[in-house]
């Protein structure tokens, strides 16, 4: 079953610009976290934040923890071609659970 | 660091002939491992799971089937192939509970 909702389920924006993504869960979770896949490729990690954390950066990346509205957002700064990629949020809901994913947002970034 | 080997890569089976699809994983111990799907276009299904050799546990009920004969390797198997079972199918480990799951890089199956 499917937790995360994304949203939008895709984005179009101009090299240089900010990109969002937003996360929608339902229940109650341990930790949330993003992840980046190319086409045809497996995801990779990008960030993991605790549901005690309410904002977490790597590098270019920004995520936010809303637990009172059991939602996250992740923003891209500055973004550039190679950024070009599907994201998806996944919640760990408590102790050896398994992540449950959303159905991603895809992103792309023109040149 | 942990690697994770999938293959094949891509496979075309036709309907109601058998899978094997092996998971190998290098550089951890008795690791948590998973078995995903992925639809054209669309999220990760979990199909299974498992936390040491010989304990899976079962997602989704289908006609494919997993084992962990080895601490290190996790096999998705079916004895029938439907053209449902066409997907991208993802392997992955839980290493680290700080970070995150660590995927292999996929196989491809088409059934036709």
């Known amino acids: 079953s499917q937790q995360g909702e994304e949203d939008p389920q895709a984005l179009s924006i101009q090299e240089g610009e900010n990109a969002t993504m937003n996360c929608s869960y339902k229940?109650?979770?341990?930790?949330l976290q993003w992840y980046r896949q190319n086409s045809g490729r497996g995801l990779v990690h990008l960030i993991l934040?605790?549901?005690?954390?309410r904002e977490k950066h790597s590098g270019r990346l920004r995520v936010t923890l809303d637990t009172s509205k059991k939602s996250s957002s992740l923003l891209i700064t500055a973004s550039r071609a190679a950024d070009t990629a599907s994201y998806f949020c996944?919640?760990?809901?408590?102790?050896?659970?398994?992540?449950?994913f959303g159905k991603g947002t895809r992103l792309s970034v023109i040149a | 660091s942990q690697t994770i080997h999938q293959w094949p890569a891509t496979l075309v089976q036709p309907v109601g002939s058998p899978l094997s699809l092996e998971c190998t994983v290098e550089?951890?111990?008795?690791?948590?491992l998973y078995w995903y799907r992925q639809a054209a276009g669309r999220g990760l299904q979990l199909l299974f799971y498992?936390?040491?050799?010989?304990?899976i546990s079962s997602e989704v009920p289908q006609n494919l089937s997993a084992s962990r004969p080895q601490d290190r390797q996790f096999i998705l198997s079916s004895k029938k192939l439907l053209l449902s079972d066409s997907g991208f199918y993802l392997c992955?480990?839980?290493?680290?509970?700080?970070?995150?799951?660590?995927f292999g890089s996929g196989t491809r199956l088409t059934v036709v």
């Open positions: 996944a919640t760990e809901n408590s102790g050896n659970t398994p992540l449950v």
């Open positions: 229940t109650s979770i341990n930790n």
């Open positions: 934040i605790r549901s005690n954390e």
């Open positions: 550089g951890t111990s008795n690791p948590n």
């Open positions: 498992s936390v040491g050799i010989g304990q």
């Open positions: 992955a480990i839980y290493p680290d509970r700080n970070y995150g799951y660590t």
